[in-house]
């Protein structure tokens, strides 16, 4: 898939549906959002006109909402993704994160690496789901997957 290159984020908000958390909650959503702006590649399939683009992101009843808007704050359109499909994987990854954590004050660097593996693997299952979920609505690389389920994950994360 060949995305031209003004068609990527240039903004990415959190309404006041997402609430609050920590401070070290924030600060982790605050770095995703940094990262995800940082590289990404983003287009609505329906949108020919081009980018960049604001992603405005709210929740509604266990939904992710993708409200896309240009630059200038033009809308594109309004994606809902429910979120019941990564449940799973976001619990799994925080797991093992735990345990990856737990395994970098006390075990050998190999097991710290096997765990490493499998995070890094949760993690890109969580990152097929989202593409595959957005499939015909917005085209992303997978990197820029990575990113926007880096996100995902954060939002669920209560600190």
Not at 38 to 49: G, H, K
Not at 112 to 133: P, V, Y
């Amino acid at each position: 898939m060949t995305i031209p290159p003004d068609c990527r984020l240039v903004e990415v908000e959190l309404d006041e549906s997402i609430g609050r958390s920590t401070p070290d909650v924030e600060h982790e959503r605050a770095v995703a959002i940094f990262d995800l702006i940082e590289e990404n590649t983003f287009r609505p399939v329906a949108d020919d006109n081009g980018g960049p683009y604001r992603l405005r992101l709210s929740l509604v009843e266990s939904k992710l909402v993708f409200a896309i808007a240009r630059e200038n704050n033009d809308p594109v359109v309004t994606h809902i993704l429910s979120l019941t499909p990564f449940r799973r994987i976001v619990k799994d990854y925080f797991l093992i994160c735990e345990s990856y954590y737990d395994a970098i004050r006390s075990s050998s660097p190999s097991q710290i690496e096997a765990i490493d593996m499998g995070r890094r693997g949760l993690h890109n299952e969580g990152s097929q789901t989202l593409l595959d979920r957005l499939s015909g609505k917005i085209d992303v690389d997978f990197d820029t997957a990575r990113r926007l389920f880096t996100l995902i994950c954060v939002l669920h994360w209560r600190g």
